[in-house]
């Protein structure tokens, strides 16, 4: 066994195209938890939209971890507590408001205890956050909100077209100041500048004295680049988006074709 930790993504890479958790998977996971090795589920949800996962893996143990919001934070699952925090602020979120306000796009701060938005008028997409993630809607008005509460991500999601207009104006200052994901293709989402999976990824590595090289990730989208990156292992599935397989090391079969549990198999357990 050359590894202590995989960090898994889970839409697209942990998940099957129809958001199940296949029972190949299942297995290959749990072969490495009883090897005494670290599962680390790393991925854009909130925690409470990982939770079920979490559960179903027996992923809720002392000395268990999920790296959730892109990174933005780090909890213990056994005790839900922030170990990594790399959130944002007040003042981030009326910035972040008032941008998508000009561009007539949906704006929402999110957060473990719900999603907050200001609107009242709302289309599909705008309660996919809260109805995926399983998290209260709460209709506030934003600038009269306890300036003290932090927020994990800010989301805007549209029709195409205007996600991409609102892609487009995003100020040069803003783009410097944090980091800006078009996680999909009607989805623009805000962290703060020290963000991201493999960030989160390699501060957690550190605090449980983990070396790099000693680290397998497993991912297929954007938001994983860094993640596979800077793992000793970068794995990339089969479905994944193309940068992510310029980066990795090597490449698994599909979410489709159990690509998780094939990559356990051929380079975790290999001899």
């Not at 000009?102 to 701060?109: D, K, P, R, V």
């Not at 809607?137 to 994990?152: G, P």
């Not at 000693?214 to 990156?229: H, K, L, T």
Request: hydrophobic content about 40%; charged content about 25%.
């Amino acid at each position: 066994m050359k590894y202590d930790l995989i960090a898994i993504d889970i839409d697209g890479t942990l998940l099957d195209s129809t958001l199940q958790l296949t029972q190949p998977v299942f297995d290959a996971v749990q072969r490495v938890v009883d090897s005494g090795a670290k599962i680390v589920l790393c991925t854009g949800r909130p925690y409470p939209g990982a939770e079920d996962y979490m559960k179903e893996l027996g992923l809720t143990q002392e000395g268990d971890y999920i790296i959730n919001y892109h990174g933005a934070l780090v909890q213990r699952t056994d005790t839900g507590e922030v170990i990594i925090d790399h959130q944002l602020n007040y003042e981030d979120m009326l910035k972040w408001n008032d941008l998508a306000k000009s561009y007539q796009s949906n704006f929402q701060a999110v957060r473990n205890d719900g999603v907050y938005t200001e609107q009242t008028d709302f289309s599909p997409k705008a309660l996919i956050e809260p109805f995926v993630n399983e998290m209260p809607l709460r209709v506030r008005t934003l600038k009269k909100m306890d300036q003290a509460l932090a927020y994990s991500k800010f989301m805007m999601k549209n029709d195409e077209p205007v996600t991409q207009n609102l892609e487009d104006h995003v100020p040069v200052a803003f783009r410097e100041a944090y980091t800006v994901i078009r996680s999909e293709a009607d989805s623009l989402e805000v962290l703060n500048k020290l963000a991201s999976k493999g960030q989160s990824l390699k501060e957690l590595a550190h605090i449980l004295e983990i070396p790099r090289e000693r680290v397998m990730a497993i991912g297929d989208s954007g938001n994983d680049i860094d993640m596979v990156e800077y793992a000793g292992l970068g794995v990339a599935m089969g479905n994944a988006v193309s940068e992510v397989k310029d980066v990795a090391d090597v490449i698994t079969d599909t979410n489709d074709e159990h690509g998780v549990a094939v990559a356990i198999d051929r380079y975790f357990f290999a001899d």
